[in-house]
Each structure stands twice: as structure tokens, then as C-alpha cells.
């Protein structure tokens, strides 16, 4: 009889309405085997994919379409089995103390869009508790 390991992925979620850089992000993250990604690309699809199957990481674009970021957290926040997910919220604006104090769920990570793709892996894996 022969054993076979079987890994469990993490699930990320990446809400992103730039498809280019949705389509960017979902490619570096899919080089770390040990995550599954689900791309959304405006706030219902988000909102509606994270209630569907919560997952163990979000990466939040702020402003979208349909709901924005802000929208989002308020309903994560609302509902005690998915407000302590981990969370990157994923910008290009400079967000004040009491923006991202409201854009705080579980463990939360600001980056700026200006990142690359090589610091967007670093964070993820620390975020997940994942090995380099």
C-alpha cells in the first residue's frame, strides 16, 4: 500500500478591479505551491466569494466597483466567523490613521501598489505563516 501526503492549500482571495494587475498578482502568488488563489474584480464578487468560502487571506484593492474596501470590512466585521481573517489591503493612496484603522479585520498589512511582485510573496508567505 503506498501513502500519498496530501497538502492543504491556503486560499487567498485577490479583489482587484485592474485586470492587468489582477491578472499579475494571481501569477506571482500561483509560484508558491502551497496557496490556491480566487481573484475577484469588484466588491459584490468579493463579498459574495468570501461568504461562499472564507479564506485564510484576503488581498483588498481599496477603491472598487459595486463596494468599496471600506464596505467589505464593515460586513467581514459584522459576521463573527469572518471577522478575523488576515488581511492586505492593496492601494495607491496614502490612507489616513482613520482610513486604514477602519480597514482593519484580523491581522492587517498595508502596501502600497508600488510594491513588486517579490515583496507582495514575502508578505503573503508571513502573513499565512508560511516558510521562504
Known sequence: MKWTATVIKK??????????????MSIELAQIDELNIRTAS????????IKEQRPDLIILDVTLPGLSAFEIVQAL???ESLNKIPLIIHTSHDLS???????????????????????LTDIVRKALGLGQ
Open 42 to 49: 469588484n466588491g459584490r464578487q468579493a463579498l459574495s466569494a
Open 11 to 24: 486560499d487567498v482571495l485577490v479583489v482587484e478591479d485592474d485586470q492587468l494587475l489582477n491578472m499579475v
Open 77 to 79: 466585521k459584522n459576521e
Open 97 to 119: 490613521m482613520e482610513e486604514q484603522k477602519d480597514l482593519e479585520l484580523g491581522p492587517t498589512v498595508f502596501m502600497t501598489k508600488t510594491r513588486t511582485g517579490e515583496e
